[in-house]
């Protein structure tokens, strides 16, 4: 069975949930980097784009109208990417029963 683990807990804020995704994401990212495949080319490729956008959204977090206009859009995004890069045999989203609660859950088989 697939490990699972929490994300953020208790917490629907923006401010509160971005932080804890970009770091999320970017030990998953490192994680990818570090695991050999056939499909290199392409990880190394797509973990380049994803970066990039990271970065772009690291320093819109310092802009006061970001989290009013940006951020539903960035958590769009941010929970695909951690979904994408999830550990096998999980995958991200919220607890079931608790809408507050994010992380990675097994899949069912």
């Known amino acids: 069975m697939?490990?699972?683990?929490?994300?953020?807990?208790?917490?629907l804020r923006p401010e509160d949930l971005v932080p804890?995704?970009?770091?999320?994401l970017d030990s998953l990212i490192e994680e990818a980097t570090m695991a050999p495949g056939a499909d290199a080319p392409h990880k190394v490729e797509r973990i380049g784009k994803v970066q990039a956008w990271l970065g772009n959204l690291e320093s819109r977090l310092y802009c006061p109208a970001y989290y009013a206009e940006q951020s539903e859009w960035d958590l769009e995004v941010l929970f695909d990417l951690l979904d994408e890069f999830a550990p096998e045999?999980?995958?991200?989203?919220?607890?079931?029963?608790?809408?507050?609660?994010?992380?990675?859950?097994?899949?069912?088989?």
């Not at 804890?20 to 999320?24: L, M, P, S, Y």
């Open 89 to 109: 045999g999980t995958y991200f989203g919220a607890a079931e029963g608790d809408g507050a609660c994010f992380g990675f859950w097994a899949l069912e088989d």
């Open 20 to 24: 804890k995704f970009i770091a999320t």
């Open 2 to 11: 697939a490990n699972t683990f929490i994300v953020s807990e208790a917490t």
